[in-house]
């Protein structure tokens, strides 16, 4: 009998083709949209491997439940959705899609960036709507972004590609991060390593990229916004809950600070009550990695964990390395 994986939705055919071609069962998802939490516990009863979604929440009881299963493969470079500790204590592989999606969500940080300060979705509202009845002096004034400070919270990998976008600009870089100093941004940028209340206090631009944990929930609430100049702009392409969404809606809606342009909730899909109302913010629906280049090298990524894992190998992007020795 050949050994199965469950794919918990559809993704680009890349990945499932060389699941297929290393005869592989391959069972998919029939639904365009996330499967359920009960029909995620059918979903990996007597699997071996599972492909699953930054949505698709793992936690202990699914996954001690789970008879056969030697990896998970998330199709994300977060893994906060798994219980990774429960999945150690199994036996059973995580592994996750890093690298490949640097980019485009680096990217991404830059278009919220550029939107909200620009306000080219409060333009576009307006064009629209047909209310663009010429050129004005005074109508929808932004802000510059040459010669600003950004400021990079969690300078990985993302943080660090998106802060190397910041060249155009000349922009001064302030960075935190929770591993040694930053030499790719020290030596090309002259970025300065500080600790969040100086980068809170001194940046124009603010962007999130440091990973949900226990230690970073919430790392901006209510007094770390209270800290940002009132002319700053906080963007997130991480994770949501990094931020309380509460305390942002409250600084938005007071102009504590400029405006926010993020990609990523607390809750999501759902938004806190009252950040949809607010024209200070440009709200995307988490599309930080959505690009047809990284979405195809992100399936053949997750594809090749799997296969790795159930021939005995050690995958290239495993985050429980204990597991394997
Ligand atoms: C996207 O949010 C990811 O973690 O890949
Ligand atoms: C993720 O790839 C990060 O380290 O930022």
Redesign the pocket.
């Known amino acids: 009998m050949s050994l199965n994986v469950s794919i918990t939705r559809q993704i680009p055919e890349e990945g499932i083709t060389l699941l297929k071609n290393s005869c592989l069962t391959v069972e998919m998802n029939p639904y365009d949209r996330s499967l359920t939490y009960d029909e995620l516990l059918q979903q990996v009863e007597g699997r071996d491997a599972i492909l699953t979604m ?1 949505s698709d929440r793992l936690d202990a009881r699914l996954i001690n439940d789970a008879k056969n299963l030697k990896v998970i493969a998330n ?5 906060d959705n798994i219980d990774v500790k429960a999945a150690t204590a199994k036996g059973i592989v995580v592994t ?2 890093p690298g490949v ?1 640097t980019d485009s ?1 680096a990217d991404m940080a830059w278009a919220l960036l550029f939107s909200v300060t620009r306000r080219i979705v409060e333009g576009d509202k307006l064009t629209r709507a047909g209310k663009f009845t010429g050129w004005a002096p005074m109508m929808l004034l932004g802000g510059d972004l040459i010669g600003k400070t950004l400021g990079i919270v969690g300078a990985g990998r993302i943080g660090t590609a998106m802060a190397m976008r910041s060249r155009g600009w000349e922009m001064r870089v302030l960075y935190t991060t929770r591993s040694s100093r930053n030499a790719i941004l020290e030596e090309n940028l002259h970025a300065k390593r500080v600790d969040l209340e100086t980068l809170l206090k001194e940046s124009d631009f603010i962007s999130i990229h440091a990973p949900l944990s226990e230690k970073t929930r919430h790392l901006i609430g209510a007094k770390e916004l209270s800290l940002m100049k009132r002319t700053a702009y906080l963007i997130n ?3 949501g809950a990094v931020i309380d969404e509460v305390a942002l809606i409250s600084a938005l809606r007071n102009k504590r600070i400029a405006g926010a342009g993020l990609d ?1 909730y607390e809750e999501e899909p759902k938004l806190k009550p009252g950040l949809a109302e607010l024209d200070n913010v440009v709200l995307a629906p ?1 599309l ?2 959505a690009t047809v280049e990284t979405r195809t090298k ?1 399936s053949l990524m997750a594809a090749e964990n799997i296969i790795a894992v159930l021939n005995g190998q050690k995958p290239p992007n495993c985050v429980n390395p204990e597991v394997l020795t």
Do not use: C
């Open positions: 930054l199709y994300a470079v977060g893994y996750n899609t999606l969500t392409t991480g994770r990523v988490h930080g990695s992100m």
